[in-house]
């Protein structure tokens, strides 16, 4: 049968917390919430924009984008449409910027910088961001 097993504990989709942990478990890929934000939001607005994930909405999202089949260019895209001024870096504004639509607050898009930026110059390079797309590729495979 399908469906998301105990990793929906209340049996009416998954919350963001339970996506996390859904990704993890089944998927073996592992993402911070912050990052994971951005997806769960746009798996959820296919159908009702009600902050949880049904299985209908996975698996609308499944049959568009696999996760096996997330392109290395189309996320390296994602950092030079954000990259607003073609520094290759991407300041807290053009993440802002990128992600505020998506419904990341400042705190969320600190977290990010802080979780991505290696030398701690709050900024992300275009390196930076390279490393954690083939680390998320890596672990789709």
């Known amino acids: 049968m399908p469906g998301f097993g105990d990793c929906d504990k209340t049996g009416d989709g998954l919350c963001l917390d339970e996506f996390v942990d859904y990704l993890e478990k089944e998927h073996r890929v592992k993402i911070s ?11 959820d607005d296919r159908k009702v924009d009600d902050n949880r994930i049904t299985w209908a909405e996975w698996e609308e999202f499944q049959k568009a984008t696999p996760f096996n089949q997330v392109k290395k ?20 504004c053009e993440m802002m910027q990128k ?35 083939d680390e998320i590729i890596a672990n789709t495979n």
């Open 99 to 133: 992600l505020q639509s998506k419904g990341y607050s400042r705190q969320d898009v600190t977290d990010i910088i802080k979780s991505i930026d290696l030398n701690n110059d709050s900024e992300i390079s275009r390196n930076e961001w390279e490393k954690v797309v």
């Open 33 to 43: 919430k912050e990052i994971a934000r951005g997806v769960f939001q746009d798996i």
């Open 73 to 92: 260019k189309d996320l390296m895209k994602e950092f030079d449409d954000a990259d607003k001024d073609g520094s290759g870096k991407l300041t807290s």
